[in-house]
């Protein structure tokens, strides 16, 4: 039991070692940065544009709160279940890293598909993103963060298969890492979207 204990350990602090001498997750970072100029222009637009309804509605008579609440959560909830996997990854458990994974991958599509609804529903009331300057700028942003999920999503299934088939590996532990910066950096795009969009969007 304790040998077992020790050898996790020392597999954990060579998993570190080998990442800290990787320069894949300093790339990963340099990305990141990138998707940030990419939002941070989105935002600016929104807020530019927000008043320009072409008579038509504005946000808080659109918003559908209780919906906007759940995918919230939903996204919320899929940081926590997303770090219980990486910490089972680093104590090189199997079944309960593909557990996790699972449920961040479940959560995640629950919150993309209330995300879709709300848009499709908007689009099929009339007001779709060629209605008004505000419409165009909201659902850009929107869709923007969809599509970052989808590839967020396709990716948890890809890690699943491959701890599956090879395992807890250097390269598997780095690329789950990547994803978890990937995972935390869309739930704060979307903190901001909650804040800026749907909560003080009139103030601004």
Not at 84 to 113: A, C, D, P, Q, R
Not at 168 to 175: A, D, E, G, L, M
């Amino acid at each position: 039991m304790l040998n077992n204990l020790v050898n996790k350990k020392i597999d954990t602090i060579k998993l570190n070692s080998n990442l800290l001498n990787s320069n894949k997750l300093f790339g990963f970072w340099l990305y990141l940065m990138s998707d940030c100029i990419i939002f941070a222009t989105l935002f600016s637009v929104y807020i530019v544009m927000k008043n320009n309804v072409a008579h038509g509605p504005s946000g808080p008579e659109i918003f559908n709160f209780f919906m906007i609440i759940l995918e919230s959560l939903f996204l919320l909830f899929s940081s926590f279940t997303f770090s219980f996997s990486l910490l089972n990854v680093e104590k090189y458990n199997i079944n309960k890293s593909i557990l996790w994974l699972s449920i961040t991958f479940l959560l995640g599509t629950s919150f993309l598909l209330l995300e879709m609804f709300e848009l499709y529903n908007l689009i099929t009331i009339g007001y779709g993103p060629s209605h008004s300057g505000f419409l165009s700028a909201f659902f850009t942003l929107l869709l923007t963060h969809s599509i970052h999920v989808i590839t967020a999503l396709i990716w948890i299934l890809v890690m699943i298969r491959q701890i599956i088939s090879f395992g807890i590996t250097c390269k598997v532990y780095t690329r789950i890492l990547c994803l978890s910066l990937f995972w935390h950096f869309l739930d704060i795009v979307w903190v901001f979207v909650f804040s800026i969009v749907y909560l003080i969007g009139e103030t601004l």
